[in-house]
T-cell receptor
Framework: AQSVSQHNHHVILSEAASLELGCNYSYGGTVNLFWYVQYPGQHLQLLLKYFSGDPLVKGIKGFEAEFIKSKFSFNLRKPSVQWSDTAEYFCAVNARYGGSQGNLIFGKGTKLSVKP | GAGVSQSPSNKVTEKGKDVELRCDPISGHTALYWYRQSLGQGLEFLIYFQGNSAPDKSGLPSDRFSAERTGGSVSTLTIQRTQQEDSAVYLC???????????????FGPGTRLTVT
């Protein structure tokens, strides 16, 4: 069965610090990869996605993620965080079976708190 | 509409009662998904629809849970004889058709917070 691991449960950073959130998945086939963000009191929003091509993908608000197939990883990065980045971040995977796609498998989430 | 909508936004019910949660997907999205978000379990998949049919019901936690979709649009998730462990935020998402070779992304609604007392 597929699974997604997010290694950090809660990360606390000061503004301007760099961020890297780890995400590893278990599935040997072709996958689509996503990072979603949930700001306090808001619903889940897509931050970025990887389907194919360049393994370094850029998303909204200066976030980027790198897909490393050999490591089954899709880590999220941002060079300089802001207080407004305080949110919960979810990594998600969707396996592609013969071209069809179904549900997302989510990691447990990482809470990011940015101190002003 | 502009996004996925869900109703009610909050529901408090007594243990043993039935509840119905509604999801209105983005217009034109033929795939619809239900997830549950709870403190201990994170985000769990429940069921998805392609049109009006549900090819994958594997995530439904028990036979007290059921879902239907009519007209390829609105979906309802029904929980019968609610239990305290059903308390969670129920999220709905929609996406374009699950066609071969066509990547997609899921758009989430605001959720229904269910509290079973």
């Amino acid at each position: 069965a597929q699974s997604v691991s997010q290694h950090n449960h809660h990360v606390i950073l000061s503004e301007a610090a760099s961020l890297e959130l780890g995400c590893n998945y278990s599935y040997g086939g072709t996958v689509n990869l996503f990072w979603y963000v949930q700001y306090p009191g808001q619903h889940l929003q897509l931050l970025l996605k990887y389907f194919s091509g360049d393994p370094l993908v850029k998303g909204i608000k200066g976030f980027e993620a790198e897909f490393i197939k050999s490591k089954f990883s899709f880590n999220l990065r941002k060079p300089s965080v802001q207080w407004s980045d305080t949110a919960e971040y979810f990594c998600a995977v969707n396996a592609r079976y013969g071209g069809s796609q179904g549900n997302l498998i989510f990691g447990k989430g990482t809470k990011l708190s940015v101190k002003p | 509409g502009a996004g996925v909508s869900q109703s009610p936004s909050n529901k408090v019910t007594e243990k043993g009662k039935d509840v119905e949660l509604r999801c209105d997907p983005i217009s034109g999205h033929t795939a619809l998904y239900w997830y549950r978000q709870s403190l201990g379990q994170g985000l769990e998949f429940l069921i998805y629809f392609q049109g009006n049919s549900a090819p994958d019901k594997s995530g439904l936690p028990s036979d007290r849970f059921s879902a239907e979709r009519t007209g390829g649009s609105v979906s309802t998730l029904t929980i019968q004889r609610t239990q305290q462990e059903d308390s969670a935020v129920y999220l709905c998402a929609s996406s374009l058709a699950l066609t071969s070779g066509s990547p997609y992304e899921q758009y989430f609604g605001p959720g229904t917070r269910l509290t079973v007392t």
